[in-house]
Each structure stands twice: as structure tokens, then as C-alpha cells.
């Protein structure tokens, strides 16, 4: 198979939403870094009140950034190794159709293009910290965008268990197998 038409597969089949999900999180971190460098008044005092109260100097939010964005890539990485396992182990006692519904799953795709849109977030907003810049309108998103990763993270180890429950995975194969 030639490296094009893997290609053409790996969108259609699994891609497309994914990569989507993680433009959105670049294209957020380059306005938000755009829009901290903005002389906007309304927002001045907003950052200041943040840079005094949570966010003290450039150094401190450049600490905090790289220690999410290792956090964040060792969960990924660790979550999603632990998941294949899990299906692999399940499509040992099934079918391999298992993998197959279970990154066919829209929400799953959603659920790994946010990790790793988190992640690029996160490794971007760090990029821009620099002694006379302290980004902390995109420190303050990358805290809540983490929080949300964590809760996130949650559902999607119910999502995929609740995945691989027999009836779940007949069902599955049964819903696809009429949508041919």
C-alpha cells in the first residue's frame, strides 16, 4: 500500500477529527498569545490583578507550564498504552473488530485530539514566556483546559470500558455492518 493512500485511510477512518480538534487548541494558543500582547484596556487591569495574585513573575508560570505539559504528555501516553492493552486483551477474546469500533467512536476521536491539543496548548503558551512577557491569560487557560483533561480523561475510562462489554462491541459491529 502506498504512503498516500494510508494517508487517505488514516483521515477517513480515524484522523480527520483528531487533527481538527488539535488545530483548534494551536490556533487558540496563537490568539491567546496575540491577544496578551494587545494593548486592550479593558484587559489591563484584568492582568495585572492575575500577574499579582496567581501568576507573580515570568519564571514561576514557566515552571508551572513545563511541569503541566510533562504531566500531560506522561498521562497521555501512559492512558492511551494502558487502553491499547485493554482492547488488545478484549479483541484476544472477541474479534479484532474491537479496535475497530472502538477508534471508528467519534467521542474517542474528540478525546484524543483534546490530550493532545492540551498538550500543544500548553508547549506553545511555554514557548512564549520570556522575562519581559508573562503569559498569564494562557496560563490561566492552560489550568482550566487541564482540569478539563483530568475529568475528561474520567469519561473516557468509562467510555472504553463500557466499550468493551460484549453487547456494546455486538451492537457496534451490528450498527456498522447495516450502515454498509
Do not use: K
Amino acid at each position: 500500500m502506498q504512503t498516500g493512500e494510508i494517508l487517505r485511510r488514516a483521515f477517513t477512518s480515524f484522523l480527520a477529527i483528531p487533527t481538527g480538534v488539535i488545530a483548534v487548541f494551536v490556533l487558540l494558543a496563537i490568539g491567546t498569545y496575540v491577544f496578551e500582547r494587545s494593548e486592550i484596556g479593558w484587559f489591563g487591569p484584568v492582568r495585572a490583578y492575575m500577574q499579582a495574585h496567581v501568576f507573580g513573575d515570568a519564571e514561576a508560570t514557566s515552571g508551572l507550564l513545563g511541569t503541566i505539559a510533562t504531566g500531560i504528555i506522561t498521562m497521555t501516553s501512559i492512558t492511551f498504552s494502558l487502553l491499547l492493552l485493554a482492547l488488545q486483551q478484549s479483541a484476544g477474546s472477541m474479534t479484532h473488530q474491537v479496535f475497530d469500533q472502538f477508534l471508528r467512536r467519534r467521542l474517542n476521536q474528540v478525546y484524543f485530539g483534546f490530550f493532545i491539543g492540551v498538550t500543544l496548548y500548553s508547549l506553545i503558551t511555554l514557548a512564549t514566556v520570556s522575562p519581559p512577557f508573562n503569559p498569564v491569560f494562557g496560563a490561566s487557560l492552560t489550568l482550566l483546559f487541564v482540569t478539563a483533561a483530568l475529568y475528561i480523561l474520567l469519561l473516557l475510562i468509562y467510555s472504553t470500558i463500557s466499550q468493551m462489554r460484549p453487547t456494546e462491541i455486538i451492537r457496534s459491529i451490528h450498527d456498522h455492518t447495516l450502515a454498509a
